[in-house]
């Protein structure tokens, strides 16, 4: 069993655009939105490795909420 400790969990966020519009206004066309943080990702990659793994986090406010949920 691995033990993370995430003091300073993050929400992390990723806008994909299908194109630039150069001088014009450039939409997303899908958003993803992870726990993230360096602890919490690094859990993330040693649980699709096949490890075992348990996360304990400082959350608080609204990001605190959203990370929680993810």
């Given at each position: 069993?691995?033990?993370?400790?995430?003091?300073?969990?993050?929400?992390?966020?990723t806008?994909?655009?299908?194109?630039?519009?150069?001088?014009?206004?450039?939409?997303?066309?899908?958003?993803?939105?992870?726990?993230?943080?360096k602890t919490?990702?690094?859990?993330r990659?040693?649980?699709?490795?096949?490890?075992?793994?348990?996360?304990?986090?400082?959350?608080?406010?609204?990001?605190?909420?959203?990370?929680?949920?993810?």
């Open positions: 069993m691995i033990v993370g400790l995430a003091l300073t969990p993050a929400l992390d966020v806008c994909e655009v299908d194109r630039l519009a150069i001088g014009g206004i450039t939409r997303p066309s899908r958003v993803t939105r992870v726990a993230g943080g919490l990702n690094a859990l990659v040693a649980h699709a490795l096949g490890g075992s793994v348990h996360a304990v986090a400082a959350l608080g406010g609204h990001s605190g909420r959203w990370v929680h949920d993810l």
